[in-house]
């Protein structure tokens, strides 16, 4: 049977086998004749017999049978083409799966990458660091500059993923530690700089605008007050290490 064509198939399936019964039902008539004891039979099977005997009831008969074995062949048509479906359907899914396992790993290595450079950033900041505290020479401060301007470009960065009051506290004490520790190291390079650079008169717009995502009216202008400074200092900090011949991308 599985080996069977489509057509062949729905000639012998429940609905086909019906309209075989029409199309042989001059030959079977004589069977219901047998059961002619029934009233219900008895009465009306003369009637359908002698219909059936006519050029027009062969025609009926032959007609309803094709439509029924037609109806068959069209049913188990769709069926199949339903199932061809369902496996696709089940193909796309196990693709879309895929898919999102292979972007679930993508982000995983991208959160692995970016893991690593941060590593890689801290520790650079943490040798500059320390070197210009065993000596805090020009040549030591300004790479503890260079440094401190990639660090303070990422915690401007940062800001835009603030929304609670909590990361807005810890993000503050980044922003503070940062600059004290940019003054100290333009201190030893120029008083009058690292002067210039802590106190600030009016704040312009920050030159990345921010969306603030915290809901408080407060925490929310302490957010951008903050911001604005960072911002003004990173460009007053890019300033001074092109005055200090240091190159800025």
């Not at 196990?94 to 970016?114: A, P």
Request: glycine share 8%; hydrophobic share 45%.
């Amino acid at each position: 049977m599985q080996n069977l064509p489509k057509w062949a198939k729905a000639l012998v399936s429940p609905t086909g086998l019906f309209g075989w019964f029409f199309l042989l039902f001059l030959s079977t008539r004589h069977l219901l004749q047998l059961v002619s004891e029934v009233d219900y039979v008895a009465t009306y099977l003369p009637s359908v017999a002698k219909l059936l005997d006519s050029g027009a009831g062969f025609a009926a008969a032959f007609i309803v049978g094709c439509a029924i074995i037609g109806f068959a062949i069209f049913r188990s048509s769709r069926v199949n083409e339903t199932g061809s479906s369902g496996d696709g359907g089940l193909a796309a899914r196990r693709e879309d799966r895929l898919s999102h396992k292979q972007r679930l790993r993508e982000l995983e290595l991208l959160t692995e990458q970016s893991a690593t450079r941060q590593a890689d950033d801290d520790l650079k900041f943490g040798f500059a660091k320390a070197t210009f505290q065993r000596s805090p020479s020009r040549e030591n401060a300004l790479l503890l500059l260079t440094q401190l301007r990639r660090k303070g470009v990422a915690i401007r960065n940062d800001a835009s993923g603030i929304q609670f009051t909590g990361q807005l506290d810890g993000w503050a004490s980044r922003v503070d530690a940062w600059r004290q520790e940019a003054i100290k190291a333009l201190a030893a390079i120029d008083r009058a700089d690292s002067d210039w650079f802590a106190i600030l008169d009016i704040v312009p717009p920050a030159r990345v605008p921010l969306h603030v995502r915290l809901t408080g009216e407060f925490d929310a202008h302490s957010l951008q007050s903050l911001y604005g400074q960072l911002d003004c200092r990173l460009d007053r900090l890019d300033r001074l290490l092109r005055k200090y011949g240091v190159g800025v991308s």
